[in-house]
């Protein structure tokens, strides 16, 4: 034995990303609530499902979506404002919210946030 210690990799997966992404999102002034969107939807019960399965309990990340290009991370972010909202605002400071989140938690580099903005919640009559 020389000593050397083995090279070792850390991956952190997609599930994790997404429940850190979406407590970035939500804690953000303006935003509702995340917002899955069918195909959001379908994807958090195949996570979600697949998490059970082995015994572990889901993460939130319903409404945010992870895809992974050459090491950096594409994170899409569904969501719903509040009525007294600023959409380019809250947009821009969810993206903000989720880069920095993300890459201070999981160390991952993060290529780009987008945020969909699919519903206004109505404000006082």
């Known amino acids: 034995m020389t000593g050397t210690v083995p090279e070792t990799e850390l991956v952190v997966g997609d599930a994790v990303i997404a429940s ?8 953000v002034p303006g935003v509702a609530r995340l917002e899955p ?34 090491g950096l991370l594409d994170i899409q972010i569904d ?7 600023n959409v380019v605002e809250v947009g821009r400071a969810v993206q903000q919210a989720v ?7 999981t160390s991952a580099e993060v290529d780009s946030v ?4 699919l519903h206004i919640e ?3 009559p």
């Open 114 to 117: 987008r945020v969909c903005v």
């Open 37 to 70: 969107g069918v195909l959001g939807l379908v994807g958090h019960l195949a996570r979600s499902g697949r998490q059970l399965w082995i015994g572990q309990e889901p993460a939130a990340s319903a409404g945010v979506r992870v895809r992974r290009a050459g």
């Open 20 to 27: 850190v992404a979406a407590r970035a999102a939500a804690l």
């Open 122 to 124: 109505p404000g006082p």
């Open 99 to 105: 880069s920095v989140a993300v890459t201070e938690s």
């Open 79 to 85: 969501l719903a404002l509040t009525a007294s909202s």
